[in-house]
């Protein structure tokens, strides 16, 4: 991957979300948080635990910002803050139940998603999924923000989204209607190729910017180019979060195995009966590729989206246009959508030796190393 250079303005609330929403005078907002006591919203008790850095920030940066000036400055209504219990899990179905700052019981359903134009939801796991589907439902706007740290506020907030969106899309046309990609992979001296169909689709782009009056919700930081698989085969190795490395075999489009490479048999184990009992967790449900020039923050919300990096995501996709929805799963917390990151950072142990683009008849080597290849380098440039 390429080393990191580039410099940042300071971050600024008021820019962000006008270059975001262009909201018109009038609209109201609203932000929400997740707590594991969602009761402690009253009187903002849980600001006094220094475990919940993320809910700080929502406070500190963006509740705070908005009722100081941000309002005025946007000519906004609301500000309105409410916390919904940690659901545990990325992309998980968010509670009903929520509390308000003075400590009383709301409805999401009834009394937050209906009466908001713009929602913002700055939590510990992701809600884009949920609060898409909640978005279409109920017509509002708005940004899911999980995992905000420092790094992030200073940098992947920072940046001028009109430019990250023009960026995406050069990446986008350098890579849609792909018929499929190869990804070799190098892991515990071993070599793994996964192959992934994407049928000559439309490539899509998060690119942070949420205008106009349709629903739709941003994922920020933004900055990636993706794909629905229509069908996946192969292997690729996995990095388990206490370090075991697995080999994920997979066939017709999921992971049905796993076998242990190194570290802790006990971990793959485990694996491979979540796999058993509910095979849709397998299921490869994105495809994506950064686009920004970001630092690390330690975040995969920010680092999948520095270019050079790619990610694939197993289990829910409805939220992306595929058609795996919380429904098909054995049990409700098994419907998450999870991404698993490659990078220097992330995965040191795992490189991405390189990555080919099948489209038109035509083979294209798009990353190696972590870095952009000629082919879309010259498409950055252009």
């Given at each position: 991957m390429e080393k990191f250079k580039k410099e940042f303005p300071p971050f600024d609330l008021v820019r962000l979300l006008r270059t975001v929403f262009s909201p018109k005078p009038g609209l109201r907002i609203a932000i929400l948080i997740d707590l594991p006591n969602p009761r402690e919203i009253k009187d903002?008790?849980?600001?006094?635990?220094?475990?919940?850095?993320?809910?700080?920030h929502a406070y500190e940066v963006f509740y705070k910002g908005l009722k100081d000036s941000g309002l005025t400055e946007l000519s906004l209504l609301g500000g309105d803050m409410y916390a919904y219990e940690v659901t545990g899990g990325s992309n998980l179905d968010l509670p009903d139940l929520a509390i308000d700052?003075?400590?009383?019981?709301?409805?999401?359903?009834?009394?937050?998603?209906?009466?908001?134009?713009?929602?913002?939801?700055?939590?510990?796991?992701?809600?884009?999924a949920p609060l898409t589907a909640f978005a279409k439902r109920f017509g509002f706007r708005g940004a899911t923000l999980h995992g905000l740290n420092d790094i992030i506020l200073r940098t992947g907030l920072a940046v001028d989204y009109?430019?990250?969106?023009?960026?995406?899309?050069?990446?986008?046309?350098?890579?849609?209607?792909?018929?499929?990609?190869?990804?070799d992979f190098e892991a515990v001296q071993q070599r793994h190729t996964l192959e992934i169909l994407c049928g000559g689709q439309e490539a899509q782009k998060s690119h942070g910017l949420c205008r106009g009056d349709e629903p739709d919700v941003a994922n920020l930081p933004a900055g990636e180019v993706y794909f629905v698989p229509t069908g996946a085969e192969g292997k690729f190795p996995l990095r388990y979060e206490d370090g075991t490395i697995g080999v994920m075999h997979i066939n017709g489009g999921r992971i049905t195995s796993a076998k242990l490479l190194q570290g802790d048999q006990i971990v793959?184990?485990?694996?491979?009966?979540?796999?058993?009992?509910?095979?849709?967790?397998?299921?490869?449900?994105?495809?994506?590729?950064?686009?920004?020039?970001?630092?690390?923050?330690?975040?995969?919300?920010?680092?999948e989206k520095i270019l050079g990096t790619m990610h694939v995501a197993t289990g829910r996709s409805d939220h992306l246009g595929g058609a795996l929805t919380p429904d098909r799963f054995a049990t409700a917390k098994n419907a998450t959508h999870d991404d698993i990151l490659f990078s220097p950072s992330k995965t040191p142990e795992i490189r991405i030796v390189q990555v080919r683009m099948f489209r038109d008849g035509q083979t294209h080597v798009i990353l190696e190393n972590f870095s952009p290849a000629p082919y879309l380098r010259g498409h950055i440039d252009r």
């Open positions: 903002f008790a849980f600001l006094k635990s220094s475990e919940l850095s993320i809910q700080r700052v003075s400590g009383n019981e709301v409805s999401l359903e009834r009394d937050v998603y209906p009466k908001f134009d713009i929602i913002l939801c700055i939590s510990t796991f992701s809600a884009t009109n430019e990250v969106s023009t960026a995406a899309e050069k990446l986008r046309l350098a890579l849609t209607k792909a018929d499929r990609f190869e990804i793959v184990d485990a694996h491979n009966r979540k796999l058993a009992g509910d095979p849709v967790t397998g299921e490869l449900g994105e495809l994506g590729f950064g686009t920004q020039e970001l630092p690390v923050s330690g975040r995969d919300i920010q680092d």
